[in-house]
């Protein structure tokens, strides 16, 4: 059993940085990846990125590539996803995912966090 809790969500300014933390706890083997996903208002739950726990490589959708990063730190259990130039379009609830060996696909993932807003205005 794993558990996942997000925080660092907030309003910010378009142009602006955030950073959301992704706190896990539990049994993490060592295939396990975090994924980051969203959903905005009125839109379906989109992928964002993730990582991958044993090794540190990162996966990025098109629509943040260059602009967020995901990173680990495995002392602490871990992962942040760093937010910089952010636009409305980036409005949504964020949500940090596991699953072993998991891809850009929600449903391939077993354990969800509970989410946190981030709300970007113009």
């Known amino acids: 059993q794993v558990q996942l809790v997000e925080s660092g969500g907030g309003l910010v300014q378009a142009g602006g940085s955030l950073r959301l933390s992704c706190a896990a706890s539990?049994?993490?083997?060592?295939?396990?990846?975090i994924g980051w996903f969203r959903q905005g208002p009125g839109k379906e739950r989109e992928f964002v990125g993730l990582?991958?726990?044993?090794?540190?490589?990162?996966i990025y959708a098109d629509a943040v590539k260059g602009r967020f990063t995901i990173s680990r730190d495995n002392a602490k259990n871990t992962v942040s996803l760093q937010m910089n130039s952010l636009n409305p379009e980036d409005t949504a609830v964020y949500y940090c995912?596991?699953?072993?060996?998991?891809?850009?696909?929600?449903?391939?993932?077993?354990?969800w966090g509970q989410g946190t807003l981030v709300t970007v205005s113009s």
């Open positions: 539990g049994r993490i083997f060592s295939d396990y990846v």
């Open positions: 995912a596991a699953g072993r060996g998991a891809g850009p696909i929600g449903n391939e993932y077993d354990y």
């Open positions: 990582i991958r726990w044993s090794i540190g490589m990162t």
